[in-house]
């Protein structure tokens, strides 16, 4: 166990992670219902739209990371990709088309695919601001503890696993290296994403080939064959969705995943003191960004997941800002 995990909850189903949402979320508070009034504002959004991705690079470049260098080198590399890339049956939906992480088009288009790997490695740093890492040793310490989490709930070997909302697959292959050590051989793993342009980018990433198949398919409407995979994970996912989508999506993974097999939530935690006390600009340029917070605050994940048809609920936090869900088919 990482000096920063906590034990999860010993089997049966987890309770509500908190009784209410924190009060920046929360349009019923009068801090959250001043941060939405002014994200109501248009250019005053798009002004913080602005000022949260400058924020952003700035950031992870003080602390090393070549956030626009390797930005050209990525679009350079997956714009050749994005055809095999592309699954021309596969529908957006509708709430995918949001305005994410201060893009305009959200998570369809060459910007967030292309700096999603920088990103990815400054929230990594941003979980333990107090340490001098690099961003390969605090995206390393997250992961581990992300999959000491899941540990406890596999019960066989794994054969198959999927990751869902993959992104540009920095979790996708961190996910692989681990299985790989833990069953001793190669592990069939898999991406799935709406992105196309991410898979690009998640294609030139595994230069090895070493994830089976890149899925440009929709989480609630993957066309995968039932009971395909014996783990399944959707890390740092549901805080971008709607309720309606979080629960769709579930009821999805339950008809991949064989009997006993089992799925990893990862996220934000609703009870972390470090995520309820955001100082107010930083909640509202957060928010400004993340157009479903208040939907992943207020669902109550453990029981979505028991509706479902999962058992043996454990959640626990991971880290000081991030909890992981673990149930069984």
Not at 292 to 304: G, S, T, V
Request: aromatic share 6%.
């Amino acid at each position: 166990m990482t000096p920063t995990q906590v034990p999860l909850a010993a089997g049966g189903t987890a309770g509500s992670a908190a009784t209410a949402p924190p009060n920046w979320v929360d349009h019923a508070n009068p801090l959250g219902w001043a941060i939405d009034r002014l994200l109501a504002i248009e250019p005053l959004r798009r002004l913080l739209f602005l000022q949260a991705r400058r924020l952003i690079i700035r950031t992870a470049e003080k602390r090393g990371i070549a956030w626009r260098e390797r930005r050209e080198v990525l679009q350079r590399l997956a714009e050749p990709l994005l055809a095999a890339s592309t699954n021309p049956a596969t529908r957006t939906p509708a709430y995918y088309r949001a305005r994410f992480h201060a893009y305009q088009q959200g998570n369809l288009c060459w910007a967030a695919a292309c700096e999603a790997e920088q990103a990815t490695d400054s929230m990594a740093l941003r979980v333990w601001p107090a340490e001098a890492l690099a961003p390969a040793e605090a995206q390393a310490r997250l992961r581990n503890a992300i999959f000491a989490a899941i540990e406890p709930s596999l019960s066989g070997p794994v054969h198959d696993a999927l990751d869902v909302g993959c992104s540009v697959g920095v979790g996708t292959l961190a996910l692989k290296d681990w299985l790989d050590r833990r069953e001793g051989r190669d592990v069939a793993v898999g991406g799935l994403d709406l992105s196309p342009e991410m898979l690009a980018v998640a294609r030139v990433r595994d230069a090895e080939g070493r994830i089976r198949a890149w899925h440009h398919a929709a989480a609630e409407a993957s066309g995968l064959p039932a009971a395909s995979f014996d783990l399944i994970t959707l890390q740092f996912v549901c805080h971008e969705l709607p309720s309606d989508a979080t629960r769709a999506i579930l009821c999805e993974m339950a008809r991949l995943l064989r009997p006993g097999g089992v799925l990893a939530l990862v996220d934000q935690d609703p009870d972390s003191a470090v995520i309820r006390r955001l100082p107010a600009p930083i909640a509202t340029l957060l928010k400004s960004t993340e157009p479903y917070l208040e939907a992943y605050f207020r669902l109550d994940l453990p029981a979505a997941l028991a509706e479902a048809g999962f058992h043996s609920v454990r959640r626990g936090a991971c880290d000081p800002r991030h909890r992981v869900l673990v149930g069984t088919r």
